[in-house]
């Protein structure tokens, strides 16, 4: 089926995905455990690193989700080259444009806070970073990873492309009542987990860290991707599969909230360093991705049902988000080093945090983006409602696909 419509509920999912994304990476401000960061504020609190592991679950597997579907319909509009030229507009481009000015900024406002952190005076001291046994390098992706991947997801499926059609109809049949087994079965997530699992029991925790290096990590190439696959055949089965996420969207919440207190309680184990349970980064790694797979699906499902209209809030969240991802790690450690001699609790210090950068977005957005150039690079060319193209909902990378 080719949507008729656009989807307003997956506008509304991205807006909300993205405001996470700034909640999460306030309370990496906040953590307590091990950070690859440098950055830390003074008050820690179990709050924040329950806050930053409950976001991660699902945040990003429901925008590669989103995005794969979204590439899916352009491919069948556009076809594979239409596809990749629209792609590479709204991501290779801004990612080339964007990356060293950010990159700049945000490492000044890294080494201002360390210094904050050290001698708690305003300065500049690089050789702090080694004392802390980090090491700055200029090739790092920072939070633009997923921008970063996408491009390499997008490329990978145009240059796939020509081969999938060419494939015996067989084929094409067999994949699709895989897929229709894996989406519909309550067996489906547990087999979907397993590949993310041996992935994850390699890593610390049990989780996968992101690297950030331009050079393509088959394991996050694998962990993403398969989100970023599942969304690309979502397309194809929109019309049992949509309605059944919706359907089970409640369902697969509870037994997403089950297996994410499942991943808690080992969680528990593991750093309580008590060895009581053999591969306990095997089995976080399970019940964690399981909780993803689960969470991904209710809120897609949820959203479907219960926000499937024009919300006129979250429409113009959506329409910023692009913007808001791209700045808002400015926000939330600039904030941060300037609430870092505040003597307030954590939950004061997030709370300021999160609305100075969500207030500081949204209005250098309105100001200096939304209608200039910068918007039409980001957003494509502003058209009146009832011109938009119907069926091109966000592609879950910032991205309204208009002209």
């Known amino acids: 089926m080719d949507q008729t419509s656009r989807l307003h509920a997956f506008d509304n999912l991205r807006a909300v995905m993205m405001w996470l994304g700034i909640l999460l990476h306030v309370a990496i401000n906040h953590t307590t455990g091990p950070s690859p960061l440098p950055w830390r504020d003074a008050q820690t609190s179990p709050l924040a690193d329950l806050v930053l592991i409950f976001i991660h679950a699902f945040r990003m597997p429901v925008f590669f989700i989103l995005a794969g579907y979204f590439v899916a319909l352009l491919v069948a509009r556009r076809g594979p080259k239409g596809m990749l030229a629209h792609r590479m507009r709204r991501l290779l481009l801004p990612f080339v444009i964007f990356w060293p000015v950010l990159i700049v900024c945000t490492t000044v406002l890294m080494l201002v806070y360390v210094h904050l952190m050290a001698r708690g005076t305003v300065g500049i001291d690089i050789g702090l970073l080694a004392k802390k046994g980090a090491v700055a390098s200029p090739f790092n992706t920072m939070h633009m990873w997923f921008l970063y991947y996408l491009i390499w997801f997008c490329a990978l499926t145009a240059a796939l492309a020509p081969a999938w059609k060419a494939l015996p109809a067989r084929i094409h049949s067999g994949v699709d009542a895989a897929f229709h087994a894996l989406t519909s079965r309550w067996w489906g997530p547990l087999v979907l987990t397993i590949p993310l699992a041996l992935i994850g029991s390699f890593y610390r925790a049990g989780v996968l860290a992101v690297s950030g290096s331009f050079i393509p990590n088959l394991p996050e190439l694998v962990h993403n991707g398969l989100f970023f696959v599942v969304g690309l055949l979502a ?154 193209p119907v069926g091109l909902a966000p592609l879950a990378d910032g991205v309204t696909t208009r002209r």
């Open 235 to 388: 397309w194809r089965h929109q019309d049992a599969l949509l309605p059944q996420l919706t359907r089970t969207g409640w369902r697969n919440l509870a037994l997403g909230a089950l297996a994410f207190g499942v991943a808690l309680v080992f969680f528990k184990s593991f750093t309580s360093h008590s060895g009581a349970v053999p591969h306990v980064e095997a089995w976080i790694a399970f019940f964690y991705n399981l909780s993803s797979w689960l969470w991904s699906f209710a809120l897609i499902g949820l959203f479907l049902r219960y926000l499937p209209d024009q919300n006129r809030v979250l429409r113009y969240v959506s329409e910023s988000s692009y913007w808001v991802f791209l700045v808002h790690m400015l926000g939330t450690i600039g904030f941060g080093a300037m609430l870092y001699t505040l003597p307030a609790g954590v939950g004061t210090k997030m709370l300021l945090n999160v609305v100075a950068t969500t207030l500081a977005c949204l209005l250098s957005y309105q100001l200096l983006v939304r209608h200039t150039p910068i918007g039409t690079l980001l957003n494509g060319k502003r058209q009146a409602k009832s011109a938009q």
